[in-house]
């Protein structure tokens, strides 16, 4: 596409007419309708108005195809099926399902320490093994539906670098208040703990540990729900990872997705041995107070596994 068919690309994409457009850029008309048919070029001030209003860069807005920059070609072998929008609401679907999943399993050993403070341990196993249970069939059906957009959709174009950045800069806020709520569960924690000669529970030790662990699930949902959408601006590593299952033809010279896959992998093999130890300590050992140690050590294990996989297959 050239220059002026791009602009007009960006203006319908607006569903603005060129009056419209002429009246925010402060131009006439005729300008507008000169610049969509190549007859004339802005100045580069003009230029950076006209990226900043349409939320694009000035390469893409001078030299490239908006619409393959935005996802909506027609067509190919080696082009984008679908818009960026549905991408966006598939990958965010699918973040939330994978996030809520990971927190269920932890929420689940929440649900355990609370019935053991109460002496019902088989009540606590049940609720955790149907947690898992949810869980796991939670991963295989948001699995088996990401595998089918992949295989329908193997080539994605790239978000514009404008609304990338954009979106990034909220992530750090996530994390953030995933962050504080663990602090704000050691403290609940701490003052359970002190308040035990106040209250009456069985077993006030395992009753605060279960809040603790209930405050954890949400932080852990919110953790891998912004390191899932962070990963969904990643393009690249999608199409690679297409590449990688047959799904599309492998560009030259092109990585494939193994680190994503590798660190996956690791991370779900650490938190079930996790699970396994934490069951195996209660049961042979009746050690379940000092055993829960093993979840929040498991996950920051999963964290450097990530930071590790990633500096390693980074190019």
């Known amino acids: 596409m050239s220059f002026g068919e791009n602009v007009g690309y960006y203006r319908k994409r607006l569903g603005i007419t060129q009056e419209e457009l002429a009246e925010r850029l402060y131009v006439s008309r005729q300008t507008v309708s000169r610049w969509e048919t190549d007859s004339t070029f802005p100045d580069v001030e003009m230029l950076i108005r006209l990226c900043e209003l349409f939320g694009?860069?000035?390469?893409?807005?001078?030299?490239?195809?908006?619409?393959?920059?935005?996802?909506?070609?027609?067509?190919?072998?080696e082009s984008p099926s679908v818009d960026l929008s549905t991408y966006d609401k598939?990958?965010?679907?699918?973040?939330?399902w994978v996030a809520l999943g990971v927190g269920?399993?932890?929420?689940?050993?929440?649900?355990?320490?609370?019935?053991?403070?109460?002496?019902?341990?088989l009540i606590g196993l049940?609720?955790?093994?149907?947690?898992?249970?949810t869980a796991v069939a939670d991963f295989i059906v948001s699995g088996i539906g990401h595998g089918n957009f992949m295989r329908e959709n193997p080539v994605m174009a790239e978000y514009p670098e404008e609304k990338r950045k954009a979106a990034l800069k909220k992530m750090p806020w996530l994390i953030a208040?995933?962050?504080?709520?663990?602090f704000v569960g050691v403290i609940l924690l701490l003052v359970m703990l002190y308040s035990e000669q106040y209250l009456t529970v069985e077993d006030w030790e395992y009753f605060s540990v279960a809040v603790f662990m209930s405050v954890i699930s949400v932080s852990v949902f919110g953790y891998v729900y912004a390191g899932s959408l962070y990963s969904k601006y990643n393009v690249k590593a999608y199409n690679e990872e297409c590449v990688k299952e047959g799904f599309a033809k492998a560009e030259e010279n092109g990585e494939t997705g193994k680190g994503k896959k590798i660190s996956e992998?690791?991370?779900?093999?650490?938190?079930?041995?996790?699970?396994?130890?934490?069951?195996?300590?209660?049961?042979?050992?009746?050690?379940?107070?000092?055993?829960?140690?093993?979840?929040?050590v498991g996950g920051i294990l999963c964290g450097i596994v990530s930071v590790i996989v990633e500096a390693v297959f980074k190019k």
């Open 104 to 121: 269920l399993i932890v929420f689940g050993v929440a649900l355990l320490f609370f019935f053991i403070a109460w002496n019902k341990e």
């Open 56 to 77: 694009c860069d000035m390469d893409t807005l001078v030299r490239k195809d908006a619409k393959v920059a935005n996802g909506q070609a027609e067509r190919s072998p």
């Open 265 to 296: 992998t690791i991370s779900s093999v650490i938190m079930m041995a996790a699970t396994v130890i934490f069951l195996l300590c209660g049961f042979i050992g009746n050690l379940w107070h000092p055993a829960w140690v093993v979840f929040p």
């Open 126 to 133: 049940v609720g955790l093994f149907i947690c898992i249970a």
């Open 90 to 96: 598939h990958m965010n679907g699918f973040a939330f």
């Open 177 to 182: 208040a995933s962050t504080v709520l663990i």
